[in-house]
């Protein structure tokens, strides 16, 4: 999961190099399996940590991935 997170930056330059600094990009994190409180708490925490305007972050965990 931190890997995934780790590459958020890298894919957000390459998208705004390719589709201009405008584009609205979102990320999200989908799983069919359980996340932990730990992992569910640095990805909340990543996500309070950046502007609306560059990006948004979220994430889907089993339950929300099947509906």
Aim: proline residues 4%.
């Amino acid at each position: 999961m931190k890997h995934w997170l780790e590459k958020i930056p890298v894919i957000e330059r390459s998208a705004r190099a390719l589709y201009g600094p405008k584009v609205k990009l979102e990320f999200e994190l989908w799983t069919t399996g359980k996340l932990s409180t730990e992992a569910i708490a640095i990805i909340e925490k990543q996500a309070s940590q950046v502007r609306p305007t560059k990006y948004t972050l979220s994430y889907k965990a089993a339950a929300a991935v099947r509906d």
